[in-house]
C-alpha cells in the first residue's frame, strides 16, 4: 500500500492509502442517448422547420399552436421581445396523424 503521508488520529499516525483516478476512455464514457432521436432530427422545431416539414403555411402552425391542438413552448426574449415558439417533432406528428 502506498501511502499519501501521515495522518494523526487522536495522537497517532496512521498512513493513508494513495488514491489514484484513473482516466477513464472516451469510448466508456456515459452519455444521455434517446433512440427516439437521430443526429438529423433536432429537439426542438421553429415555427418554419414545422411548416416546411409537414409542407404547409407558417400561418396554418401559428393557428393550431393558438387554438391548442398544436403542442408548443415560448422560448422568451430578453427585454420583453415577443418571443418564439419551440416544437417537439413528435407533437408535430401527433398533431398531423392525430384525426388519421
Given at each position: 500500500m502506498q501511502t499519501l503521508?501521515?495522518?494523526?488520529?487522536?495522537?497517532?499516525?496512521?498512513?493513508?492509502?494513495?488514491?489514484?483516478?484513473?482516466?477513464?476512455?472516451?469510448?466508456?464514457?456515459?452519455f444521455p442517448f434517446d433512440p427516439r432521436t437521430t443526429a438529423g432530427d433536432p429537439a426542438f422545431l421553429t415555427i418554419a422547420e414545422a411548416a416546411a416539414r409537414v409542407r404547409c403555411c407558417e400561418r396554418t402552425i401559428r393557428r393550431a399552436i393558438d387554438t391548442g391542438a398544436l403542442r408548443a413552448g415560448v422560448v422568451r426574449r430578453e427585454r420583453g421581445g415577443r418571443g418564439a415558439y419551440r416544437i417537439r417533432p413528435a407533437d408535430l406528428d401527433a398533431w398531423l396523424f392525430g384525426d388519421a
Open positions: 503521508g501521515p495522518l494523526s488520529e487522536g495522537g497517532e499516525t496512521v498512513p493513508r492509502p494513495l488514491v489514484v483516478q484513473e482516466a477513464i476512455p472516451p469510448s466508456q464514457l456515459e
